[in-house]
């Protein structure tokens, strides 16, 4: 038989030479996907991020490169603040985590080649990129948080006398709408009111114009935002502070805006009318015994009793009396 003939037939198995399975890396069998090529389970995170009971400071999902998960997360609980960690494509595949501990601060990494790619997310938290530059693609993952779930936010911007003069709810998701709804605000004053810088890409505006009024005493004030079903309820009081402050005779058309983070979740708006109740003052004093602060509620006369013993200079001095005919 000719020599490339004899090749060929090698090559095709037809030889002498045994062939064998063969594996395309360990663990991994030839026509299967790689474990690495599977996409990171989104919805795992999120559901896990949402029942975490300690994150009412900060709760954020980041995916790197469509590999990896990065969750930075924080709350007022006492020896568990804080943690950071930085998972393959499941909840289940930690590799780094820093977090607070009873025994002080933590940092561990199950894989040692991740421990570089950690420590720069670590030093870089307030950054977009996470500090991981051009070579890495990050991308934030929004979820909405456990229903009922409060949501953090900061106030950006707040006004008296706004040049938007109907009053409006909005959502700013963008620069650009940003920078139009400010020159609608800032018209007609000089010098014109500097525009706050907002990081859209993490964060997103939500904001209250009440529009004009007769007097410059009103004043708007976002009191909380939180999680319902599948949206965001912006709760919002219109006050009026004519009853106890000076109040100029020009027109005002107040406004707040907060920042929060980012989502693309309906954003739905609930203007709360606090009722009004009737008060009566009993004592005001500038020598009282209770030297600390403190807030009471008294509903009977022996713990009445008992407070005003502990505020009067002479304990035989007449208490106040209520009339129940009169409340």
Not at 167 to 187: K, M, N, Q, Y
Not at 219 to 248: N, P
Not at 259 to 275: C, L, Q, S, W, Y
Request: charged fraction near 20%.
């Amino acid at each position: 038989m000719p020599i490339a003939g004899a090749a060929l037939l090698a090559g095709c198995g037809g030889g002498s030479v045994p062939m064998h399975d063969q594996q395309a890396s360990p663990g991994v069998v030839v026509g299967e996907p790689s474990p690495n090529d599977a996409p990171v389970s989104t919805e795992l995170f999120a559901a896990r991020a949402r029942e975490e009971a300690c994150a009412g400071v900060r709760n954020r999902l980041f995916v790197i490169d469509g590999k990896k998960v990065f969750w930075d997360r924080a709350g007022n609980c006492p020896d568990n603040s804080y943690a950071q960690r930085l998972y393959g494509v499941t909840p289940d595949a930690l590799l780094c985590e820093a977090m607070d501990s009873i025994a002080g601060p933590r940092i561990s990494c199950k894989d040692s080649a991740a421990r570089s790619l950690f420590d720069t997310i670590l030093a870089n938290l307030e950054r977009d990129d996470l500090g991981l530059g051009i070579a890495h693609k990050v991308e934030p993952l929004a979820f909405l948080p456990q229903d009922g779930a409060s949501i953090a936010f900061t106030p950006l911007a707040e006004d008296a006398f706004s040049g938007v003069r109907a009053p409006r709810t909005v959502v700013i998701r963008d620069a650009g709408a940003f920078a139009s709804l400010w020159a609608e605000h800032a018209r007609g004053r000089s010098p014109a009111p500097e525009m706050p810088r907002v990081n859209f890409s993490t964060h997103m505006l939500v904001g209250v114009f009440a529009g004009e009024g007769s007097n410059g005493c009103r004043q708007v004030k976002v009191t909380k935002v939180a999680s319902r079903a599948d949206r965001i309820v912006v709760s919002y009081e219109v006050r009026d502070l004519a009853t106890f402050a000076v109040c100029t005779a020009a027109v005002g058309s107040p406004m707040q805006l907060v920042a929060m983070p980012r989502g693309d979740t309906p954003v739905e708006f609930v203007n709360i009318k606090p009722e009004r109740l009737v008060v009566k003052e009993l004592e005001r004093s500038t020598r009282s015994l209770v030297s600390q602060p403190k807030n009471v509620v008294v509903r009977d006369a022996a713990a009445f009793a008992t407070l005003w013993a502990g505020h009067s200079a002479h304990s035989s001095a007449r208490r106040k009396s209520i009339s129940p005919a009169t409340w």
